[in-house]
């Protein structure tokens, strides 16, 4: 099986290693070329354009930033174009039920198949190979993929028949981290008001109520204030969050937290901290405290 990877970052280079390791002929394009050279040096081929990724693949796996980045290369960088019918997209980023949606009936009037399969787990889950994947799609192109996400994953969770209820399921596990997050940072505030010492406090309560990866990752992060380097970038936080209330609205679905994060979110920005870890919004609730 011939597979085409687009995007090889944080996230991509890792899963296209763990494809080639498993035997796959793996073909990358990354918008810098030094990610594709990494990959050319583990025995993969690298591509000058995504289109030339594209050409005689298989399956085209991408795994890019957001909806601009996935419009201009698979759109504007004529990947679609370049797939030959009876081909699989599959799209393992985080974009809006919308684009999903538009990506979807685009590849159905060419005849190739598209999957949306967005991924839970940081940069190294995706090197171990232990990723959730969230999936839908037409249940032939779910059969054909299955084998690729048995690499990448330790489970996947097979979510329907439409592309964007993947993305809307991942977006809503990404709305409940920005709470954990939030959540944590307002309780570590009231807490210091106290005298009491946060990371004391955070271990408290990650190791009995909320003793899950997401509490204890982000506890640990905002107890000892490392936000550098980020694992998952504040801005990026702020860009699911939106998406989670861009596709709640379309369903008529009110999300009055979102809009309270969003904002909390905006406020980090403004402090030029979107390039910080998500864990960094602490920061937020410690400013409104007059603690920092």
Do not use: C
Not at 188 to 208: C, M, P, Q, W, Y
Not at 234 to 243: E, P
Not at 247 to 273: C, F, G, K, M, T
Not at 282 to 288: K, M
């Amino acid at each position: 099986m011939q597979i085409a990877f687009l995007g090889l970052g944080t996230m991509g280079l890792p899963m296209a290693s763990n494809l080639l390791k498993a035997g796959y002929t793996v073909r990358g394009w990354n918008r810098s070329s030094q990610p594709a050279s990494k990959l050319a040096a583990l025995g993969g081929l690298s591509a000058a354009t995504p289109g030339e990724a594209a050409a005689d693949a298989d399956v085209l796996i991408s795994m890019l930033a957001d909806d601009a980045a996935t419009r201009e290369t698979v759109l504007d960088g004529k990947v679609l174009a370049a797939l030959r019918p009876g081909a699989i997209h599959v799209n393992m980023a985080t974009v809006s039920v919308e684009l999903a949606v538009e990506l979807a009936d685009l590849h159905r009037a060419r005849g190739v198949g598209y999957v949306a399969a967005p991924v839970l787990g940081r940069g190294n889950v995706a090197e171990a190979g232990q990723l959730n994947i969230l999936a839908a799609g037409e249940t032939p192109a779910l059969v054909r993929v299955q084998p690729l996400f048995d690499v990448l994953g330790q489970k996947t969770w097979n979510l329907g028949d439409k592309p964007e209820q993947a993305n809307a399921a991942k977006l809503a596990a990404n709305f409940m981290i920005a709470t954990a997050i939030g959540a944590m940072s307002e309780a570590v505030a009231l807490v210091r008001g106290h005298g009491i010492d946060k990371g004391e406090f955070l271990n408290l309560v990650t190791s009995t109520m909320f003793s899950s990866p997401v509490y204890k990752g982000y506890g640990q992060a905002i107890a000892a204030d490392r936000f550098e380097p980020a694992g998952f970038k504040l801005a990026l936080g702020l860009k699911d969050v939106k998406l989670a209330m861009a596709a709640a609205e379309q369903v008529n679905v009110p999300l009055h937290l979102a809009s309270v994060l969003r904002d909390a979110h905006i406020e980090s920005l403004a402090h030029d901290e979107g390039q910080l870890d998500w864990a960094a919004l602490s920061r937020t609730s410690a400013r409104r405290a007059g603690q920092s």
